[in-house]
């Protein structure tokens, strides 16, 4: 059972938005919070003059996807660090740093941070590494080891409050169904949908649809997350027809835009084509929610959703 815990944050600027100092009782660390944009303001700041970790986070162009870029660095005297990379590193928006309070840490000490924190990004998942190289793990004596881990599990603790969940291997989201209360479940038997309908570029689906066995960069409305069994594949233009089905073993949560990916227990099944006839421009331009059955027994997108002729001529 996680343990409860308090953080202390101060917004320096009285901007939320803004630069944080972060600070827990009885912790050897200090972290801060900063937008890449108040880095000429606050680089003279004394915390910028002592060993620590860092971490850098924005967006590269050319990722196809929503996940973040990371970049994760050490130094004995961060401000140098963090000075070139705003100069030469143009994808970052946001910057993170901890550091020690005293002289708890040293260079072996944020050696071994960068390197944990490396290895957790990259096991997660859950970000594109700007880092070129992953760093060897260096030896530490075991009790520096142990004060360490200690003060990983406290920026462990503190990065998710600063909206960075980078290191955490997602977790499946899927309920199981026999921890659905009785009321809960005659309210789902009101509602039959148990699949969702996703547009899919031909590229996207062989690649991923197909040969990963699974979709990401889905949003899901929350209520349905219980409820997805299954998951089908509109293929765009040229083909505008929904061609395949899967049975979904878990859903996890995808980056941290609040989006979603669907691992399949089995291959995509192909059914004979559902074409887009019968439904409104954009009507799949985004996830849609039906049952099996009725996928299964549609003969058209406008049958399938509802569409009447007069909805598909306007």
Excluded at 28 to 34: D, I, Q
Excluded at 49 to 71: F, Q, R
Excluded at 148 to 158: A, C, P, V
Aim: aromatic residues 10%.
């Amino acid at each position: 059972m996680a343990e409860p815990y308090t953080i202390h944050i101060f917004v320096v600027d009285g901007d939320p938005d803004g630069v944080k100092i972060v600070d827990r009782q009885n912790w050897t660390g200090w972290g801060m919070a900063f937008p890449r944009s108040s880095w000429p303001h606050i680089a003279k700041r004394s915390e910028f003059n002592t060993p620590g970790v860092y971490i850098l986070k924005g967006t590269s162009e050319g990722t196809g996807d929503d996940l973040p870029t990371i970049y994760i660095g050490q130094g004995d005297e961060i401000r140098t660090r963090l000075e070139s990379h705003y100069i030469n590193k143009d994808f970052w928006d946001w910057g993170y740093i901890f550091v020690s309070k005293g002289t708890a840490l040293n260079r072996a000490h944020t050696t071994w941070l960068e390197h944990a924190l490396i290895d957790l990004a990259h096991n997660a998942g859950q970000c594109h590494l700007d880092n070129a190289t992953r760093p060897k793990e260096p030896n530490l004596s075991e009790w520096e080891r142990a004060d360490t881990q200690g003060f990983l599990h406290e920026m462990l603790r503190i990065l998710p409050l600063l909206g960075v969940r980078v290191f955490e291997k997602p977790a499946s989201l899927l309920v199981p169904q026999n921890v659905v209360s009785a009321k809960s479940k005659k309210e789902q038997d009101k509602d039959t949908r148990d699949t969702v309908v996703v547009p899919a570029q031909e590229e996207g689906f062989q690649k991923v649809f197909i040969g990963e066995n699974c979709w990401y960069e889905i949003r899901i409305s929350g209520g349905m997350l219980p409820r997805i069994k299954y998951i089908a594949a509109y293929r765009t233009t040229p083909i505008s027809a929904i061609t395949h089905y899967a049975p979904v073993e878990r859903i996890e949560s995808y980056g941290d835009a609040g989006k979603y990916k669907l691992i399949f227990s089995a291959p995509a099944k192909e059914i004979p084509a559902i074409p887009f006839e019968g439904a409104v421009t954009g009507a799949m331009q985004g996830p849609r929610y039906t049952s099996l059955d009725k996928l299964l027994a549609a003969k058209s997108v406008g049958d399938l959703f509802g569409y009447s002729s007069k909805d598909s001529n306007e």
